[in-house]
Each structure stands twice: as C-alpha cells, then as structure tokens.
C-alpha cells in the first residue's frame, strides 16, 4: 500500500506563479483534507472533503483552490503564488469523516515562494 | 470556540527521565475526540492514540500513557524512561465537528 502520496516535495515559486500539489490515497477513504505548518502555529487546516463531489473551507483556506472528483485525489491549487504562502503542506485521509480522527498523512510538500 | 493549548513550547530531558507533555482544550461540545500526533525529525505524522469524551479512563502503551481529565479538560502525555528516539514534535488535537484542530506542538528533545 503506498498510502497517501504527496508531489511535488520540495518546490519553488515565484510571487505571482500558479501550481497545483498533488494528493492521492489509494486505501479508498471518503475523508481527505490538507494542512500548512509553519514555525509556532502547529498544523493549520486549509481545505477538506468528505468526499468525492464535496469540499468545504478551513482555517485558512484564502489563496487556496481545491476539488475532488475523485475519491483518489484531492488536488490544492495556488492560483497566485504569494511569500506568506511559503510553508509546508500536509495532505491527509481518514477513512470516513474525520470524525474518526485517524488521519493518514503524506509525507510534506515544501513549498517556498521568493 | 474550539481550541487545544500546548503551553509547552520545547521541552528537554536527559535520557530515562519521565516527562509529561501537556494538553488544554476548550470545547462546547459534549461529544468529542481527542488524540495525540508525533512528528519526529523526518517530517511525517504519526498517529499515537484517540480518546472520546465519554472514556475518561487513563490508557499505558508500553512507556506512553494519557491521564484525560473532563473536569481540567487536559489530555496529558507521559513518556516514562525517556529514549533518544522520542525526540520529536508532539502535537495534541480535538474534533470540531468534521475538522481536526491541531494545538501548536511540543518539541521534545531527549539527549543520551
């Protein structure tokens, strides 16, 4: 089982850039949802899905796109690349909502924006 | 307002000492879960344990164990006999609703 897979991991931008952050699960969980971590603020969720056809905001969910047309893949677009963007981004999955709490994580996506 | 509190910034142990790693939350929610991540110096998340609010009894797993307290609402970690290995960042977190909240992380540094 690959579990969840995160690409790219290490990337770099320029301010005003567009990208997208690839996340695919293949242990067919509804619940999927990404998150930043930066120094002292701990893990920030920014969007979420419960599955496919269904996404809804978090914390911090303003620069951010997401879809989910899949129950596989639940892909994060920066429209518009910006420093305070610069960070590192946590896909995760759960197996039904994340009511259960047992989230799966990739292993990180660091993203700098100069 | 659905919040978790680790006061705890960084903490550091000489090998085999206990530590505690503590964990405040704040919730209207009657219902709710809570549960602990480590992220050691690789980068991944890991998860430890999930306790809902209706178990208050404390759990041990090997040296962890979780003393979960409604009446402080805390959910406190302790690790008994300290390795090198524990070293990492310890997150606590809490269900709202369908979003897990994350506190902002404990660094433990353990040194032989």
């Known amino acids: 089982n690959a579990g969840v897979t995160q690409t790219p991991k290490f990337q770099v931008l320029k301010t005003g850039q567009s990208m997208t952050l690839q996340c695919a699960q293949d242990?067919?969980?509804?619940?999927m949802s990404w998150y930043r971590q930066d120094p002292g603020m701990g893990l920030r969720l920014i969007h979420y899905?419960?599955?496919?056809?269904?996404?809804d905001q978090g914390e911090v969910p303003n620069g951010y796109n997401v879809s989910r047309s899949t129950t596989e893949d639940f892909p994060l677009r920066l429209l518009s690349a910006a420093p305070s963007q610069t960070s590192v981004y946590f896909c995760?999955?759960?197996?039904?909502?994340?009511?259960?709490?047992?989230?799966?994580f990739g292993e990180g996506s660091r993203l700098t924006v100069l | 307002a659905q919040k978790v509190t680790q006061a705890q910034t960084e903490i550091s142990v000489v090998e085999k000492e206990d530590v505690t790693l503590d964990c405040v939350y704040e919730t209207r929610d009657t219902t709710y879960y809570l549960f602990w991540y480590k992220q050691p110096p690789s980068g991944e998340l890991v998860f430890l344990i999930r306790r809902n609010s209706f178990d208050e009894q404390n759990e041990i797993s090997g040296r962890y164990s979780w003393n979960f307290q409604k009446s402080t609402s805390s959910f406190n970690f302790t690790i008994t006999a300290s390795q090198v290995v524990d070293s990492a960042v310890y997150f606590c977190?809490?269900?709202?609703?369908?979003?897990?909240?994350f506190g902002t992380g404990t660094r433990l540094q353990v040194f032989p």
């Open positions: 995760a999955s759960s197996r039904e909502d994340s009511y259960t709490g047992e989230l799966f």
């Open positions: 899905s419960v599955g496919a056809g269904i996404t």
């Open positions: 977190a809490l269900i709202n609703t369908d979003k897990l909240i």
């Open positions: 242990m067919n969980h509804e619940y």
